[in-house]
């Protein structure tokens, strides 16, 4: 796993924690998490792009879907890392809450619903390195 300090950084967000365990239970689209979190989607793909950077969560085309899922080498990882903390009863209700949105996201289909390919695409998009991006002739660093 690459540069451990930024994983446990990465880690220590109780946004993105909530990401890491909703992955290791399924893979999942921006308007997916969108639904689970109740988050807006520029901070759902920010927290992702965080989780991105440290190696933790890798995006897949499906079409004309992005799926966020997490590589196997952090799934067979992490998961027995979660496993041996316990969770007081503030974060016990935050994930039993997150796994109930989780099953009423699937049974609502929100991917087909609520979300269109084009979301999907934008917060791609909305990701690209500054350096890729056209800068202007009259841009200075």
Known sequence: MPDILRVFKSLADPTRLRIVRLLLQQDLCVCE?????????????????????????????????????LPDNVRTTIAPLLALFK??????????????????????????????????????????????KKRSAGESF
Do not use: N, T
């Open 33 to 69: 998490l969108m639904f689970v979190l109740e988050m807006a989607q520029s901070r759902v793909s920010h927290q992702l792009r965080i989780l991105r950077d440290a190696s933790l969560v890798e995006d897949v085309r499906d079409g004309q879907w992005i799926i966020y899922r």
């Open 87 to 132: 969770e007081d009863k503030k974060s016990a209700g935050a994930i039993h809450a997150d796994r109930r949105r989780l099953s009423a996201c699937r049974k609502e289909g929100v991917r087909k619903k609520r979300c269109s390919p084009v979301d999907s695409l934008k917060s791609k998009a909305e990701r690209k390195p500054a350096s890729a």
